[in-house]
T-cell receptor, first 118, second 115 residues
Framework: DTGVSQDPRHKITKRGQNVTFRCDPI?????LYWYRQTLGQGPEFLTY????????KSRLLSDRFSAERPKGSFSTLEIQRTEQGDSAMYLC????????????????FGAGSRLTVL | DQQVKQNSPSLSVQEGRISILNCDYT??????FLWYKKYPAEGPTFLIS?????DKNEDGRFTVFLNKSAKHLSLHIVPSQPGDSAVYFC??????????????FGKGTKLSVKP
C-alpha cells in the first residue's frame, strides 16, 4: 500500500473556475477526511466519510464545496466558482476506526493538493 | 474559538538538548491527544498519542505528558536531532456516540534543531 494519494499536487486556476481534487485512501481504512490548511494555521476540518456516508460537515464547507465518496473508495472534493480565499492546501486523510475502545483515531495524511486562485 | 492552542509559533534548540513543545486545550470532552510532525511539501505524519486516562506516554526519544487538571500537554524530544526540524502539530479528538470524532489541530510550532 502506497499510503494516501492525492491528485493533483498543485492547481492554479482563475477566480470563478471550478476545480476538483481526488483522494485515494489506504484501502483498509473505513474513514476518509478532508482538511484545509492555510499559511500559519493548522489543518482545519472540512468533512469526513465513514465508508460511503458523509457523516459530518464543518461550517467552513460552504455550498460551493461538495465532497463525494462513491462506493466508499476514493473521494473527490469539488470547489465551484472559486474565490481567492479558497487558496490553500487541501489535505486528505484516512483512518481505521474500530468503534468504542478502539483507541486513538490516528489519521494518515496525503501530501496535499495546493490550490492557488488568481 | 480555538479549542487546541499552541502558543509558541517557533522554538530553536541545540542538537543533543531537550525540545519541549507545549499545547493547551479548552474542551474537557477530549479523550485522545496526538502529535503530528510536518515537513515542507509533505502531509502531517503521526508521531505519538496519549489517552486522557494516562499522564505519560513514551516512544523512543519522544515522550508526551498530559496534565488534565491544567488542560495542558507537552511533547519532549530527547536528544534533539537536526532531522527533528519540522512543524509540530498538537491535535485532539472526542468520543461522540461511542465513536472517535475527527481531529482538531493547533496552529503548530516550528522546531529548529541547530547542529
Amino acid at each position: 500500500d502506497t499510503g494516501v494519494s492525492q491528485d493533483p499536487r498543485h492547481k492554479i486556476t482563475k477566480r470563478g473556475q471550478n476545480v476538483t481534487f481526488r483522494c485515494d485512501p489506504i484501502s483498509e481504512h473505513n474513514r476518509l477526511y478532508w482538511y484545509r490548511q492555510t499559511l500559519g494555521q493548522g489543518p482545519e476540518f472540512l468533512t469526513y466519510f465513514q465508508n460511503e456516508a458523509q457523516l459530518e460537515k464543518s461550517r467552513l464547507l460552504s455550498d460551493r464545496f461538495s465532497a463525494e465518496r462513491p462506493k466508499g473508495s476514493f473521494s473527490t472534493l469539488e470547489i465551484q466558482r472559486t474565490e481567492q480565499g479558497d487558496s490553500a492546501m487541501y489535505l486528505c486523510a484516512s483512518s481505521l476506526v474500530l468503534g468504542p475502545g478502539g483507541g486513538a483515531n490516528v489519521l494518515t495524511f496525503g501530501a496535499g493538493s495546493r490550490l492557488t486562485v488568481l | 474559538d480555538q479549542q487546541v492552542k499552541q502558543n509558541s509559533p517557533s522554538l530553536s534548540v541545540q542538537e543533543g538538548r531537550i525540545s519541549i513543545l507545549n499545547c493547551d486545550y479548552t474542551n474537557s470532552m477530549f479523550d485522545y491527544f496526538l502529535w503530528y510532525k510536518k515537513y515542507p511539501a509533505e502531509g502531517p505524519t503521526f508521531l505519538i498519542s496519549i489517552s486522557s486516562i494516562k499522564d505519560k506516554n513514551e516512544d523512543g526519544r519522544f515522550t508526551v505528558f498530559l496534565n488534565k487538571s491544567a488542560k495542558h500537554l507537552s511533547l519532549h524530544i530527547v536528544p534533539s536531532q537536526p532531522g527533528d526540524s519540522a512543524v509540530y502539530f498538537c491535535a485532539a479528538s472526542a468520543n461522540y456516540g461511542g465513536s472517535q470524532g475527527n481531529l482538531i489541530f493547533g496552529k503548530g510550532t516550528k522546531l529548529s534543531v541547530k547542529p
